[in-house]
C-alpha cells in the first residue's frame, strides 16, 4: 500500500535527484583541481554530509535553499498550495540541518555550508569565479579558528562570509 502523499513523494524524489545536482559537481571538481581530497556522502557521519575532507576536519555541505528553507533568500519561498504542510516540512527540514552542525561541531568538525543561490545568479554566474572564490574561501577556512561558516548570494555581493571575510574583491 502506497501511503505517500503526493507532496511527500516529490519529496523524495528529489532527495534522490539532489544526490548529484550540478553546484555539488562544480564544487567538487574546483577542490580536485586545487588539489584537495575528500570522501562524498559519508553515511556515518550525522546528516550524510556531501562532501568530507578528513586531511582538515571539514565538511562542506551544498544545500539547496527551497529544501533546506535558507533564510531571506528568494529562492526558498514557501509554496502558496497547502503552504501549512510544506512550512512544517521545511520547518522539520531546519530543524534536522541545525542538530546536524551541532552534532557535527560537538565530534570537532569544521563545517562549511554552501547555500546554491551562490549558483543561480543567472547570465552574470561566473562559474570558474564562484568556484575559484569557494576554494580560497576553503584554504582560508581550514587555517582560522572559525568551526563554521557559510556561502551564499546576498544582493550586492556574489558572495558573503559573516564569520571571516566577503570575497567581493577575489571575485
Ligand atoms: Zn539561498
Known amino acids: 500500500m502506497d501511503r505517500l502523499t503526493p507532496e511527500k513523494r516529490s519529496w523524495n524524489m528529489s532527495r534522490i535527484k539532489s544526490k548529484d545536482t550540478t553546484p555539488e559537481r562544480i564544487?567538487?571538481?574546483f577542490l580536485h583541481r586545487?588539489?584537495?581530497r575528500f570522501r562524498l556522502h559519508v553515511k556515518d557521519l550525522p546528516g550524510k554530509p556531501d562532501i568530507v575532507l578528513p586531511k582538515y576536519k571539514l565538511i562542506i555541505d551544498i544545500r539547496g535553499c527551497f529544501w533546506h528553507a535558507h533564510s531571506n533568500c528568494k529562492y526558498a519561498k514557501i509554496p502558496?498550495?497547502?503552504s501549512e504542510?510544506?512550512?512544517n516540512k521545511l520547518k522539520q527540514n531546519q530543524k534536522r540541518d541545525e542538530q546536524n552542525i551541532k552534532a557535527l561541531l560537538n565530534e570537532s568538525w569544521k563545517v562549511l555550508v554552501i547555500w546554491d543561490c551562490l549558483f543561480k545568479k543567472g547570465k552574470s554566474c561566473n562559474i570558474s569565479r564562484v568556484g575559484q572564490g569557494i576554494v580560497n574561501n576553503v584554504k582560508f577556512f581550514v587555517n582560522s579558528q572559525d568551526?563554521?561558516?557559510e556561502i551564499y548570494f546576498e544582493e550586492q555581493l556574489i558572495y558573503?562570509?559573516?564569520s571571516s571575510m566577503t570575497m567581493k574583491e577575489e571575485l
Do not use: K, L
Open 85 to 87: 504542510w510544506w512550512e
Open 147 to 149: 568551526v563554521y561558516q
Open 34 to 36: 586545487n588539489g584537495f
Open 27 to 29: 564544487v567538487r571538481s
Open 80 to 82: 502558496t498550495t497547502n
Open 160 to 162: 558573503s562570509n559573516p
